[in-house]
């Protein structure tokens, strides 16, 4: 990367239940839900006394594929949709629950009885319980007298014509089986079903950038209310309908038969019905599994009472339905309380500067990939390697015992190599005194495959030295063991990072380097603080200022805005000037740093402002595409593509265009890039050499041991859908600079990009 930031370094270092008859663990959590936990694991008060609604709770299938897949699933969907909203709780559970076990290879482990147990009685609202093996069959009717019984699987029933009354029997109800299109073909009219109040994610919620400015960016997390759907039954005759429940429902079960009681469309017959178990949902990991709740469900204004009591408490409901009186419809039930904990807001994790330690390392590895699973949106690109490289990294350490900072970084680097993303790095903690690692004060380019100084602050580094070898050991093997730490998006970008990270360290080095003129020397290079550093090492590529190329009246007018202009005000004035000139270069072959990074709202709407003038009388943005949730199973994937009216001609840039770009040139300097061109449709040429290919807004996940990680969070392409990431922006007249112009201070794709606009070329 080609800029440093204030709040973290960014980098990659080269581095059984004991089951109760019912087949349940129960939880002791508050609220109805969960279990209790210490001081260093909770997120706040747990709430009051638990109910019994996890021995009540009936499982769904067990599943014995990819266990470590499923505990990443589960986690992810418990630390980002669960009701509590405790998200650090839970990845201290899950780290906890992993420091030890390796008796089954590969990662048995985790799927084990007693690590599904122990996690669910850390968190509330969750519950484990042993999976269902029992398959479940079609659905089926049988007539006793004039009382149809239906028996729920999948499909519908025919209710015979001589059924004076319906008995659905939901304790015979298997998750996987949607009880919807059965109930609606029971029932006749309308049934309204409850609002529900869940969390939506917009993207993934950034955890390391926003903390640091006090504010979200463009991702977020807020609590929705759903309208509730309208149920269209379908049965001809509206008949008096009897829900048989038993000591344990299914989640779906619990729900229907809520509903259709509170509706006074059902009676009861049998045992009390949850309302937690009815906003759970069911995630197996092995032979076991997690019920987590993940919603309010809310009649009217009100929440679903805790329980909906049976009209009739039965063990034998089939033998004692006739003592229910079916020849009215059934009475209203009266208000009742909703103690259990509600849908709270999710505030984000606090930074956890506990030890490192391998269960933490593995927590890491499963929240990493939980995260990039939900909200990475660019696996139909860069193909989805990310299983495979979570089992790869928990073999590495599945018997391990003691693990360092170099062990985690490397283990989250090879991770996000897997996604091929410019914005992926690893966040290291900080030193034991507070500050970050030290470096070599050395930026270097990519020229002919070897990284080469283009800024030194050290007099032992020259411009156009080529780096040969680090502490001994070539560059060649050092990039090569390198590769599969970093995440890039094209293989000049990937050394660049890779040469940056070898700067990262804190004592001095030996460089082996050769000069323009192929000699070579070693050098000894201090590390530098970040305090020390000088102010102009976030550098540009080039520190030209803007203004006139060579005489006015030769009409080519130059702006920089590769960081150089450090106001919106003094970019504006430079946008200003060019609009009397016949060609205009735009250099933006690096970041915008100082304008993105540090700018005020009044600084970024001027900035936006000239960037409205450049773009011309139509502007036409990108298009974005954002991972949506609204609930666990609300997925989608939203699109815009703006297009509306800028700045008349008479304000904007009105001569020739030329651009200016380079590997340096990622997310925001590619975004100005595409819509500068998407706008101007063919009246920009670009010069230079390919961009990164990396746009679309940063995020990240706080993980465990004070380690993050950032990846992209929003999909960009050009407007009409054409891939951009890792493609780039493709120049149309290719230069590739030289060690040697490096080194005489020659800009030579400037030199070009003057060539093509002067008079007679």
């Known amino acids: 990367m080609k800029y440093l930031t204030s709040l973290r370094l960014q980098l990659v270092a080269a581095l059984c239940f004991a089951l109760p008859a019912c087949g349940t663990v129960r ?21 009051p006394p638990a109910s019994d609604w996890c021995l009540r709770a009936l499982p769904g299938a067990s599943n014995d594929a990819a266990p470590l897949i499923a505990l990443s699933r589960a986690h992810a969907a418990i630390r980002f949709f669960g009701s509590d909203g405790a998200q650090r709780k839970a990845d201290r559970a899950l780290a906890e629950v992993l420091e030890s076990g390796a008796e089954q290879t590969p990662f048995g482990f985790v799927a084990a009885k007693d690590v599904i147990a122990r996690y669910a009685a850390a968190l509330p609202n969750v519950c484990a319980i042993a999976g269902n093996t029992s398959p479940g069959g079609e659905a089926s009717v049988e007539l006793r007298g004039d009382l149809a019984v239906v028996h729920p699987g999948s499909g519908t029933v025919q209710i015979p014509a001589q059924a004076k009354a319906i008995a659905l029997d939901l304790r015979e109800h298997r998750p996987g089986n949607d009880l919807a299109p059965l109930i609606a073909s029971l029932i006749a009219g309308e049934l309204n079903l409850p609002k529900e109040r869940v969390r939506k994610h917009f993207g993934h919620r950034d955890e390391v950038w926003a903390p640091a400015r006090g504010s979200d960016n463009i991702y977020g997390t807020t609590i929705e209310t759903i309208e509730g759907p309208v149920l269209s039954g379908t049965a001809q005759r509206d008949l008096p309908l009897v829900l048989i429940t038993g000591r344990q429902l299914s989640p779906q079960a619990s729900y229907f038969a809520a509903v259709l009681r509170l509706e006074q469309r059902a009676l009861l017959i049998g045992h009390d019905v949850f309302a937690a178990i009815a906003e759970s949902r069911w995630i197996a990991v092995g032979k076991s599994g997690l019920l987590w709740r993940d919603r309010d469900l809310i009649r009217g204004v009100t929440r679903l009472p805790d329980r909906i009591a049976a009209d009739l408490e039965s063990d034998a409901p089939l033998d004692q339905i006739s003592e229910l009186d079916l020849s009215t419809p059934p009475a209203a039930i009266s208000a009742a309380p909703a103690s259990r904990a509600a849908l709270s807001d999710s505030p984000l994790p606090a930074r956890d500067t506990l030890p490192i330690s391998v269960g933490r390392l593995r927590a890491n590895l499963l ?43 490397r283990a989250l680097g090879r991770m996000l190599n897997a996604i091929k993303d410019g914005h992926a790095f690893v966040g290291m903690p900080l030193q034991s005194n507070g500050t970050m690692p030290m470096l070599l004060p050395v930026r270097w380019e990519n020229i002919a495959g070897l990284p080469t100084a283009y800024y030194s602050a050290t007099s032992a580094v020259k411009k156009g030295d080529a780096l040969i070898a680090v502490d001994g050991q070539s560059i060649q093997s050092l990039l090569a063991n390198g590769e599969p730490l970093v995440s890039y998006t094209n293989p000049v970008t990937r050394d660049i990072n890779l040469a940056y990270q070898l700067m990262l360290r804190d004592k001095p080095a030996v460089l082996t380097l050769r000069a323009p003129d192929g000699s070579e020397r070693k050098e000894t290079v201090e590390p530098l603080s970040y305090a020390s550093l000088p102010t102009d090492f976030i550098a540009m590529w080039t520190e030209r200022p803007s203004g006139w190329l060579g005489a006015p009246s030769d009409g080519i007018y130059y702006i920089n805005l590769d960081g150089e202009t450090s106001s919106g005000q003094a970019v504006l004035q430079a946008v200003e000037q060019a609009r009397s000139a016949r060609a205009v270069i735009l250099d933006m072959r690096g970041y915008p740093w100082p304008q993105v990074r540090q700018a005020s709202p009044q600084e970024a709407g001027l900035r936006w402002t000239a960037m409205l003038k450049m773009f011309g009388p139509t502007v036409v943005r990108p298009a974005y595409r954002l991972p949506e949730y609204t609930g666990y199973l609300g997925y989608q994937l939203t699109s815009s593509a703006e297009q509306f009216a800028g700045p008349p001609a008479s304000e904007s840039l009105s001569g020739e265009l030329v651009l200016l770009i380079g590997p340096n040139a990622q997310s925001s300097a590619e975004d100005f890039a595409l819509t500068l061109l998407a706008s101007r449709r063919g009246k920009v040429t670009v010069i230079g050499r390919r961009s990164s290919g990396t746009d679309g807004n940063i995020t990240g996940i706080q993980l465990l041991s004070d380690f993050t990680a950032t990846f992209t969070g929003l999909e960009v392409r050009w407007p009409n859908g054409e891939v951009f990431h890792g493609r780039g922006i493709v120049p149309d007249i290719v230069v590739e600079p030289t060690a040697a112009d490096i080194a005489a201070g020659r800009d030579t794709v400037l030199e070009r990009a003057a060539a093509r606009l002067s008079p007679g070329s």
């Open 27 to 47: 939880n002791s959590t508050g609220a109805g839900d969960g279990g209790t936990a210490d001081a260093t694991t909770s997120d706040g008060p747990l709430g």
């Open 367 to 409: 929240m990493l990939h939980g995260a990039l699973r939900l909200f990475f949106p660019y696996f139909p690109i860069v193909g989805d390697q990310i299983d495979q490289r979570l089992e790869q990294q928990f073999k590495l350490f599945e018997r391990a015992d003691a693990i360092g900072a170099q062990d985690m970084g």
